[in-house]
DNA sequence: ACCTGAACACCGTTCAAGT
DNA sequence: ACCTGAACACCGTTCAAGT
């Protein structure tokens, strides 16, 4: 038995930490991520992590990155100046998009939610979006406020479920302190079609909303 | 000294746990909250609180119920059968008074975010606006979904500042790499006034999209 | 019924020691 | 440079013991 203390090739790279920290998260959730349990996962001991990153909280800032990698940007490219139904559906696509990795490992979410910081994924993501809508021709403040209020709602759609968030227990809702929400426990079983459904319904609200004021504030749509 | 294990007026009471612990919460933040630390600010040992709480978790349940009664509902009490410019406006004062609730205890955003479950004030909040647009005249799935997207946004605009996700430092954002974020830091400093600007253009864009929707559904305004 | 200290199985992180 | 075990100061929760 080899005492090893440094073996000849490393046995972690940062890629391979984020990779299985982002596996425990998808799996089991952010309370499962313990600096032990996911070293373990590893094939290491606990401290070992402290050579690849400071703190625990860096190796989830970087797994919350790689998901806002996934977010596909292609939309934004080749938005020209001025074409006023162009940045509506490149909005369109870019929170479809954006949903969609948020809701393929929704444990991160918690950590996506406080914002880009110095994370290189989460800058590209608020640059895109704020280039293309001042490309379009929004005034900065209000291509500003775009980024914002999109953001406000693709996170909040992803970080908790609504029908979700209501248990799948009749007894629960007393017709007399709650008397609309006599059907509220089969929002649990419908869960992805009511929030999929009050996603578009949003979305769709949202863009009409801003294009009325897009008329107001003089662009070309 | 007395040994006193059981003193002949309880220490403790739920109320007084829930309100000290929110308290905790708002001045230091979620993570300050430990049973140890909570029972310290109580002037009483950790395995005290395990008298009046089954776990940690359903205290912090309770201090986010106590938050959801601070949203004001008094708004949708009166609200008539087809009128339809008295929904919007409603439903515009509760988003504020909903996202002001929050603002006043932004630490609990995240226990908040994970739904009503059998939180009392929570399900009166959700009964309230579902039945009101109900009455309103909205069709039951799309009340739901109204209900629905606007907690997404509300809760989202609360989770996380979008002008605090970015670091005021002007040397994180490289023009190389984020060549529209030549500004980005001085989001920072102007947070207050970024969100703020950025959730009301956002609700009006929802409401004003809803209202177009409302009158394709066959609503009366 | 309601509080206590001790105990259990955990945490994140530091650090000297190994190669 | 990169891994180790030991150690520190914490966790949430259980439980027998006290009144």
Redesign the interface.
Known sequence: MCAMARPRKPLLSTDRIVRVARELVDAEGLAAVSTRRLAAELGVSGPSLYNHFRTKDEILEAVADSVSAQVDLSMFEDLGQGEGRDWRTALHDWAVSYRTALRDHPNIV?VL??????R?AG??V??AV??AM?GAGWP???A??????M???????A?????????DDAS??DPA?????G??HL?AEQQEK??E???E??L???????S??FARVGGTA
Chains 1, 2 share one sequence.
């Open positions: 918690p939610a406080r914002g880009p910081g110095r290189p800058l590209r608020a640059d704020y280039g001042v900065p403040a209000q500003t406020s775009i980024g914002a209020l953001r406000y709602f693709v996170m909040g759609s970080l908790g479920s609504f029908a979700g968030g209501f248990v629960a809702y302190d709650y008397p609309h929400l059907q509220a929002l009511v929030d459904r009050a996603f319904t949003g769709r609200a949202l863009l009409d909303g801003l009325e004021q």
